[in-house]
């Protein structure tokens, strides 16, 4: 796994955490790629702790796909964080 600062951030605390083994999205994960993605899940919780945002909470976000708004081909979580995050979808 991989983790850094988003280049764009949307948070006060925004941050990506990725696999190394390169996987388009969440879609394409299969049963070969349970204790990946569970490993990808605990780092991140780690990740979140190291930037001092747990404790008050933060948002996970994976987009999966054009309608999804993924902008990148490869699997990644962001950590959104730092300040209260505001609805999950703009109504």
């Known amino acids: 796994m ?3 600062h988003d280049i ?3 948070a006060p605390v925004h941050a990506l ?12 994960l299969g049963e070969a790629d349970r204790e ?9 919780a780690h990740v979140a702790r190291l930037l001092n945002v ?3 909470g933060y ?3 994976l987009n999966t796909r054009a309608h999804g708004g993924q902008e990148v ?3 990644h979580v962001h950590i959104l964080g730092g300040t209260r ?3 999950m979808v703009c109504r």
Do not use: S, W
């Not at 955490?17 to 394409?28: E, G, Q, T």
């Not at 990946?36 to 991140?44: C, V």
């Open 8 to 10: 764009h951030p949307q």
């Open 17 to 28: 955490v990725i696999p190394k083994r390169h996987i388009v999205c969440m879609d394409d």
């Open 2 to 4: 991989l983790a850094f």
């Open 36 to 44: 990946m993605a569970g490993y990808l899940m605990e780092r991140t």
């Open 59 to 61: 948002r996970t976000l």
């Open 54 to 56: 747990a404790q008050n």
């Open 73 to 75: 081909d490869h699997l």
């Open 85 to 87: 995050i505001g609805p």
